[in-house]
């Protein structure tokens, strides 16, 4: 069964920092590049980041360059982080870690596994 699992939202002030986690398993996905997205409240889910399989390749929002990190860890079971640092309350939202068969993408739809997401609450 495979699965993507998020970890380390919560609730933070304005300013902080969190470090999310999406660990893999049910298949190999060494060769797949991954995504974080996000779904605002009352929102649709949107691009945050992407980092291609070999973790060369970067892609990050606009909105969210400059404060967030996307890393990833290819031993053994793909373990894929997102650093966010000077966190806004416009980054409230559910996290979605996802993979897709593409070497990268900043699309939704190219993503073909999606994790159940993290909620992430930034008060000012």
């Known amino acids: 069964q495979v699965q993507l699992v998020e970890s380390g939202g919560g609730l933070v002030q304005a300013g902080d920092s969190l470090r999310l986690s999406c660990a893999t398993s049910?298949?190999?996905?060494?060769?797949?590049?991954m995504g974080w997205f996000r779904q605002p409240p009352g929102k649709e889910r949107e691009f945050v980041a992407a980092?291609?399989?070999?973790?060369?390749?970067?892609?990050y929002a606009d909105s969210v360059k400059a404060r967030f990190t996307i890393l990833r860890d290819n031993a053994d079971n793909i373990t894929v982080y997102l650093q966010m640092n000077s966190l806004e309350p416009a980054d409230t939202a559910v996290y979605f870690c996802?993979?897709?068969?593409?070497?990268?993408?900043?699309?939704?739809?190219?993503?073909?596994?999606w994790g159940q997401g993290t909620q992430v609450t930034v008060s000012s």
């Open positions: 996802a993979a897709t068969p593409l070497g990268y993408s900043t699309t939704t739809s190219e993503y073909t596994y």
């Open positions: 980092i291609s399989w070999g973790g060369g390749r970067v892609y």
């Open positions: 049910g298949r190999t996905f060494s060769r797949y590049g």
